[in-house]
Every structure is written in C-alpha cells, then in structure tokens.
C-alpha cells in the first residue's frame, strides 16, 4: 500500500529537510501544496485531510491551526513545533525515551518531535533519573550551544545576512530562563523543578551540544565516572541512534576539545561522560536539524508505518 504524505510548511526550514528525505521513498506518495496557497486554510484542509500521514513544520500557533482542520479520523500528525509536546493524547516523538516509547508511537495517531535542546537533555537525564543517580529535587543546569538554522528561516537570514559584529561571537539567549523547551525536559525527566537551561547561538549553521554538571556530592550515591558511564551504556545498549562514547573515544578532531558538529548530517545523538572522579559532565551533541527536528520525525514516521526505523537515516 503507497501511503500519501503532505508536509504543512513545505517551505521552511524542516519541511524542506522532510521533503528532501521523503524524495528517497519511492513507495510513498507526496501531497505538494501549490506555493502561492502554502498559507490558505481551504487549501490546506483539502491536503491534510486527504494524507494518510501529515509532517507539521509550523510555528506553534499555525500547527495548532492545521491540527483543528483535520476531520480524517485516519489522518496520523508527527508535528515538529512545540504545541503539543506535553498535551493529552499525543506521544512524544523520542523513541529511545524507554522500552515501551516505539510501541506507543507506533500506535499513536498524534506524534509530537522533540524540541532539539530537549531531546538532548532528555537523553541526558532520562538514565540517569533511571538508575538513581540524581533525585528528581536534584538542582538541574543545562547550557546548550547551537548552530543558528536553529532559529529558523528568519535566524539563517540574519545571521547569513547580515554585517552585524554581535553576530559573530556566541550569544547566550532566553536569559529570563523560561525557554520553551522546559516543560517537555521536566516533564519527560521527571524532574521536580525546572532545570537552570540556558541556551547559547553561535555562528555556525548547525549542531548542537547540551552539557549537564554533575556534582558529586549531590548524587544519591558515589557513583565513579565510569559507573556513570555505566548507566548511559546499559540504557542505551539497544539504541542504534545513541552512542556512548567511551573513556578513550576521542570527542572532537582536535585533542582536548569537544567537536560540536560531529553528529551533523547524522540522526545519531553522542553522549560523553567527562570530567574525573570527583566532578563529572555529560555532554550530549547531536543534530538540531536531525535527531533535533528532521531526523526524528522520519524516524517516528518510520516506525508508525512500519519501514525499518532507520530508512533514510545515517548513524
Ligand atoms: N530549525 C530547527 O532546528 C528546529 C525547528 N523545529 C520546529 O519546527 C517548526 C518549523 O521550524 P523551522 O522549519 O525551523 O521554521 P521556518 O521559519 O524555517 O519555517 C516555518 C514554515 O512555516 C510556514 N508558515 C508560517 N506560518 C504559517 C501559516 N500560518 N500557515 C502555513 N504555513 C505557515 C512558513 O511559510 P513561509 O514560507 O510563508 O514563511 C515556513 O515555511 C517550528 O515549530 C520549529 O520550532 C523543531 C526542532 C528544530
Ligand atoms: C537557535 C534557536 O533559536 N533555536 C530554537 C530551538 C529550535 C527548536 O527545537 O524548536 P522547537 O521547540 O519549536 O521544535 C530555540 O531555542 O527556540
């Protein structure tokens, strides 16, 4: 059976990376909206309530609006944004999240992808909420530095340009510390308060890397590093898209320094456990326009129409 698909925001930066990875399966049939109507509601109806499987690649307000448009009860959504990424009744899109995650999205009409800082993050803590190694009143920070195709097609236009000197050296952002990717990442880690997150933009295109402190003392137990490492290998021992980098992987091309474009082109995510006995940090890297937007949502869809789960993907 061919299954139509229809991307909602063809045109922008995801969709286009969508429809660029759909191009490669020749047994699915795509729906393409005529651009001068790409934001006509009628339109977009018709298309999304004739796919068997629509993308949205939308800002928030827009993918609520397509969601509402839909009356097909056969119609299944893998929604990129951040709308419905804590609401009733849709999965969230992280199939590595535990043993029972890929059942429940291939079983789900409403699939929402992660945020790309917060699949990292989750990544991140998830295993080690897990085993126990930190509480869920344990004080979280996270600082994540990202490529600018992050932003979207109005942060690449400006950071590509524009002459601006600001631009040119990383800039930290949503400095009131109420980013939109917290209440998936307290959510999803089952933290009890909301982590310190403060991302940072840089000018390179993309990659994107999340970095967790871990202090020691703060632990439930004495976990050495490698135990640590430990946990993350035995959680994610299973997982094709997450790798574990160990003791003596190098984490970048140069020694001594952390490459946090290594996972580009991938939808694989790294996580590295550095540091030494008595302090710890994990650092998880992966693509924000694979494994943090693209790359998930292909994998999802995979899963939900049965293909293998890594068609069209690179680890
Ligand atoms: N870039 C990234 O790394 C990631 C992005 N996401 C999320 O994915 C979604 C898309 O992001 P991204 O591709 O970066 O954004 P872009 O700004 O690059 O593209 C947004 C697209 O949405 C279209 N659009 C906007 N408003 C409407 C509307 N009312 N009706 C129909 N189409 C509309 C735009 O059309 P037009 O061509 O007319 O401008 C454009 O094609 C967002 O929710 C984003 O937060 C998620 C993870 C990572
Ligand atoms: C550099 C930059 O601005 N990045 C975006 C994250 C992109 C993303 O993951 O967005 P969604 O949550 O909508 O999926 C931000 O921090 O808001």
Redesign the pocket.
Known sequence: MSYKIYV????????LQIHERLSQYSDLELLTIDPDK??DPEE?KRLLNEADLVFL????E??R?SVALIDNPNTRVID???AHRVTDGWVYGLPEYDQAQRDRIRNSMRVA?T??HAAASILSLKPLREAGVIAGDYPVTLHSITGY??G???MIEQYEHSEDDFLTSPRHYALGLQHKHLPEIRRYADLQANPVFLPIVSNFYQGLAVTLPLHKVLCSSQYSIADIREVYRRYYDQQSFVRVLGQDDSVGVEPGFFDVQACNGTNRADIAVLGNDDQVVVITRLD??GK??SGAAIQCMNIMLGFEEDRSLKQ
């Open positions: 909602d925001g063809q045109s922008g930066t995801t969709g790409r934001r977009r690649c939308l800002p928030d827009a993918a609006e990129a944004s951040t992808v945020g790309c195709s992050g979207g097609k109005n924000n326009l943090g937007a």
